[in-house]
């Protein structure tokens, strides 16, 4: 019974469009900054997006800003990662992470976000 649950990944061209879902078990996670994080095989986790507990403030990773959004709707406990103009460079699992600390500040770092999901792959054929 995983605390978050990743959806919406899967195979599409460069140039593409996806939206991952990360939907939330416990109604508690509408009070922790959210983020999305991705690896690739052989390289390391990766801050993508952050987002704070209400909706009202975002971080993004500079390989990805202007082409993602993070977004969250926490009447369904769901946070949301929308990903335009797709590139190869993308590809990689994609995580959902809650960091449950409650602070001000949008966390990159992986060891600080507590409770995460178990991945959803994209793939962006060249």
């Known amino acids: 019974q995983g605390q978050l649950v990743e959806s919406g990944g899967g195979l599409v061209h460069s140039g593409d469009s996806l939206r991952l879902s990360c939907a939330a078990s416990r109604r508690t996670f509408s009070n922790y900054a959210m983020g999305w994080f991705r690896q690739a095989p052989g390289k390391n986790r990766d801050f993508v997006a952050g987002?704070?507990?209400?909706?009202?403030?975002?971080s993004y990773a500079d390989s990805v800003k202007g082409r993602f959004t993070i977004s969250r709707d926490n009447a369904k406990n769901t946070v949301y990662l929308q990903m335009n103009s797709l590139k190869s460079e993308d590809t990689a699992v994609y995580y959902c992470?809650?960091?449950?600390?409650?602070?001000?500040?949008?966390?990159?770092?992986?060891?600080?976000?507590?409770?995460w999901g178990q991945g959803t792959q994209v793939t962006v054929s060249s």
């Open positions: 992470a809650a960091d449950a600390r409650m602070g001000f500040a949008l966390s990159r770092r992986n060891d600080e976000y507590e409770f």
């Open positions: 987002i704070n507990w209400s909706g009202g403030l975002t």
